[in-house]
């Protein structure tokens, strides 16, 4: 595993900004930076980064962390492999000590694999311009049939494989690559019959996919056959660093002019996004030619909510790729539909036209979705009124995938105008669909959050009538796990600070980390939740180290190794803070509690409450144990007395809880 002191170098020179700016649209305000969340689907932005924290945090679904567990959330990869990606960014040599066998075959495994593919990428590119075989098929295709210009080529990395079967893979075994790396990336193939791996890619020009950080993940090869025995593209298959439905190709390429934009052009295949690029035009990417994924959509949603697809002038494919575009309208997103003259596809157009050219006629000619859907079918349903009533059943299953309840009422109004039929008709049919489709486990989960939090309003409303001070502290109904977070926070916001108590006529000074601290280790309690006692335990060890008195800096928490102490750190440390109401009430005479009074009620409520949640606990157990017929007499007299000793702590407890309310 990394070091510690090679961990404290990688988040010293990490940049969260300039990280997560790779990913999402970050837009700053005030002090900190805003975007929509990366995580799940929002219309207002409430994923906000702190530079100064060091630290992100959504409001929304709640994720929040520092820069590697940023990158562990979005690409899918263990802690050591994030605190390597942003060591490999800022230039920083990682020094490792032992890990696991399976830590290091999993490791290994998949730098293997990429280290392959960027080795092969060089191969394709060198083979293409270096021998008289890639020049003479693969550069004449790429230069003379597409137009891509020495720069170009370069650019996105195209290559050429060649013909002979097994240059690569001999090549590759030959600079020391293994043969199941060759295999578990696909390049290479093995023969059934005799055993023998050989190229998958033979004879076939070379697309390099690189992922959204620009590591090259998989390839498709074209052939230039004219053959129809022969597949037209050959792709990689599924691997340890691929998964098909999570890339879109030319993204890495594009992610920066869709952030400019503000939206991003959906085009077939890889020479529409080359020759558009070449053009100009950059914010464009495709999905290889394959079904769009929700994956894809997510991922493209982190950059912009506005979708231009563009669809080949004769396209017979319009239709199957409609239920895609469902898909896009399900995640809350813009999407518009541009057709090409006849003559073209995006590949000619691009050719034949500069990016402004390009440009105005996306923006003359571009149609809303739903329009053109609605426009398309009507045409081909004519007056045949089943086939109508058919086009009008497809596009309320569309609307009915649009999450914003507004855009849906627009939807629907247009709808009835365009189709001649009546609008409460329509507005009946989508809600029908709608609640008919609420069933889904999401939405089940939904509708009981929100029953739960009426529950709670009113129960902390009843509560704040009969005991208005329990908001002050931990409420009496907490769980003891929610008390736990609560003696957390305050620790991490407040832990260096005191309040005052008078003892008969003196006013002694608190130090709440040392009230808190002394209370738990004088029961010998240690907390249920694990993530929260590792943030203890980490918190006495520094507390002791500094003093009391002197605060226990974030970065402790924040940066700690667990990914899941840094969630929970940085989740209370962005929770809002208790009001604090302005000095003109003070002018105005009118009295309001400081802060040192609010933490002189409210830790020791909370100390109280918790001592109380963990000894009802244990009564339960042993009442629970008592039940036990095979007990012998001394554990029975055991438990008889543990009993009797924690019902006296219960009525103490009490008693001192009757006495904090008062």
Not at 106 to 124: I, K, Q, T
Not at 282 to 295: P, Q
Request: aromatic fraction near 8%; glycine fraction near 6%.
């Amino acid at each position: 595993m990394i070091d510690r002191a090679t961990v404290d170098r990688i988040y010293a020179a990490a940049d969260i900004v300039d990280i997560i700016g790779d990913y999402v649209t970050l837009k700053k305000k005030g002090v900190n930076y805003q975007a929509c969340c990366p995580f799940h689907q929002e219309k207002t932005p409430s994923f906000v980064v702190s530079p100064s924290k060091g630290v992100f945090k959504c409001f929304g679904c709640g994720k929040g962390g520092n820069a590697v567990t940023f990158i562990m959330e979005h690409e899918g990869v263990s802690y050591p492999e994030a605190l390597r990606m942003v060591a490999k960014r800022y230039g920083i040599e990682v020094e490792e000590r032992a890990m696991t066998e399976e830590d290091v075959r999993r490791n290994n495994d998949r730098e293997s694999m990429f280290a392959l593919n960027g080795w092969a990428a060089e191969y394709f590119a060198k083979y293409l311009t270096g021998t008289s075989e890639g020049r003479s098929v693969g550069l004449t295709y790429f230069s003379q049939k597409r137009g891509f210009t020495d720069a170009t080529i370069r650019k996105f990395g195209l290559g050429f494989c060649s013909a002979k079967g097994d240059d690569l893979t001999r090549a590759a075994l030959a600079a020391g690559y293994k043969e199941e790396f060759l295999l578990s990336t696909g390049l290479a193939l093995k023969r059934e019959s005799d055993g023998r791996v050989y190229d998958r890619f033979r004879d076939r020009v070379i697309f390099p996919v690189h992922n959204i950080s620009g590591r090259v993940v998989a390839f498709g090869g074209r052939t230039l056959r004219t053959d129809k025995s022969v597949a037209k593209y050959q792709n990689s298959p599924e691997s340890e660093i691929y998964s098909k439905k999570r890339e879109l190709y030319g993204l890495y390429f594009a992610k920066k002019a869709i952030q400019q934009q503000d939206y991003a052009i959906m085009v077939e295949g890889y020479t529409d996004v080359i020759s558009m690029h070449q053009a100009g035009v950059e914010n464009v990417v495709s999905s290889s030619g394959t079904s769009l994924t929700t994956e894809q959509i997510q991922l493209l949603h982190r950059f912009t909510r506005n979708i231009t697809v563009i669809y080949d002038g004769d396209s017979a494919g319009i239709h199957a790729s409609l239920r895609g575009i469902d898909m896009i309208l399900r995640e809350g997103m813009n999407v518009r539909v541009v057709l090409l003259p006849p003559e073209h596809d995006p590949d000619s157009f691009a050719r034949a036209h500069t990016a402004e050219e390009v440009h105005a006629y996306i923006r003359e000619n571009e149609e809303d979705f739903l329009s053109f859907k609605a426009r398309l079918m009507l045409r081909e349903a004519g007056s045949d009124p089943i086939k109508r009533s058919e086009v009008i059943g497809d596009m309320v299953r569309s609307i009915v995938q649009i999450p914003d309840s507004i855009q849906r009422s627009v939807y629907i109004k247009e709808c009835a105008r365009t189709m001649d039929v009546d609008e409460s008709v329509l507005i009946a049919e989508v809600a029908r669909k709608r609640a008919m489709q609420s069933g889904d486990s999401e939405a089940a989960e939904f509708v009981r959050r929100q029953q739960r939090l009426v529950r709670e309003q009113q129960a902390a409303g009843a509560q704040a009538q009969a005991e208005p001070d329990l908001t002050k502290g931990g409420a009496a109904g907490s769980s003891e796990e929610a008390l736990e977070r609560e003696l957390v926070k305050y620790l991490l916001k407040s832990g260096h600070k005191c309040f005052e108590v008078t003892e008969g006529r003196s006013v002694v000074e608190i130090n709440i980390a040392e009230e808190i601290l002394q209370s738990l280790e004088a029961d010998n309690i240690t907390f249920s939740n694990p993530v929260y006692e590792s943030i203890l335990e980490a918190y006495r060890d520094k507390w002791r180290e500094l003093g009391t008195g002197v605060e226990v800096p974030a970065q402790v928490f924040v940066n700690h190794p667990d990914p899941e102490v840094c969630n929970a750190a940085v989740d209370i440390l962005t929770a809002d803070d208790n009001y604090v109401p302005s000095e003109i009430w003070r002018r105005k005479d009118v009295h309001v509690e400081s802060e040192s009074e609010i933490l002189a009620v409210g830790v020791p409520k909370a100390i109280m409450l918790y001592r109380s949640k963990v000894v009802e606990r244990m009564i339960n157990a042993l009442r629970e144990r008592l039940k036990d017929e095979s007990l012998g007499d001394v554990e029975l007299a055991e438990c008889m007395m543990q009993l009797s000793k924690l019902n006296q702590v219960k009525l103490a407890l009490s008693k001192q809880s009757r006495r904090l309310i008062l």
